[in-house]
């Protein structure tokens, strides 16, 4: 299971230790809020953006955060924003001409309290695509443009935002057809 925004909101960081400067709290603060926000699916931080991010030192003896400390947390930040990328670019660039390339195609699960879709609404809508790019069923490019998934509840769906992908690609595969 990857980093969740729970995890991002209750991270602590020590003080510096003695003689050394630490990061300005309020900055680091500020920036894990938006780190959040991306974890639940509502901000855009990128791990080109969490591996440049550069906070001001505070005097000696200043509070701040310990910079090893803080350093080390967003290598774990960069990695999970990697990880969820690439499961993004993976259903953006699903090849799908038939309906086994889409049913084979795994989606991945949401963590809590990620934007997620239910399951068994993505699995059913992904089933009808499926027949539809095998040419079988009724199932158009403006049937798919249109759908929309319940939202994922207590149990984690999948992640919505690689479903929206997946569909879309399918959408512009059907719509390729009716030209």
């Known amino acids: 299971m990857g980093l969740t925004p729970e995890q991002v909101r209750q991270v602590q960081f020590d003080a510096p230790q003695a003689g050394r ?10 920036f894990l809020d938006l780190v ?8 855009g931080v990128t791990d080109t953006d969490v ?8 005097a000696l003896f200043r509070r701040g955060y310990d910079p090893d400390q803080v350093d080390a947390f967003l290598d774990e930040v960069e990695s999970e924003l ?11 660039d699903a090849s799908l001409t038939r309906g086994g390339d889409l049913r084979a195609f795994r989606l991945p699960r949401a963590t809590p309290p990620e934007r997620s879709y239910a399951a068994s609404d993505v699995d059913a809508l992904i089933e009808r695509a499926a027949a539809a790019l095998d040419g079988v069923g009724g199932l158009s490019a403006e049937d798919v443009a249109a759908a929309t998934p319940a939202p994922g509840s207590s149990v984690p769906g999948y992640r919505a935002e690689a479903v929206d992908a997946l569909l879309g690609e399918v959408e ?6 009716d030209r």
């Open 36 to 43: 959040e926000a991306t974890l639940r699916g509502e901000g």
């Open 51 to 58: 591996r440049d991010v550069a906070f001001t030192s505070t």
């Open 82 to 92: 990697q990880r969820r990328a690439e499961s993004l670019r993976a259903a953006q």
């Open 21 to 30: 400067k630490g990061y300005d709290e309020d900055e680091v603060d500020t």
């Open 172 to 177: 512009r595969e059907l719509r390729r057809r």
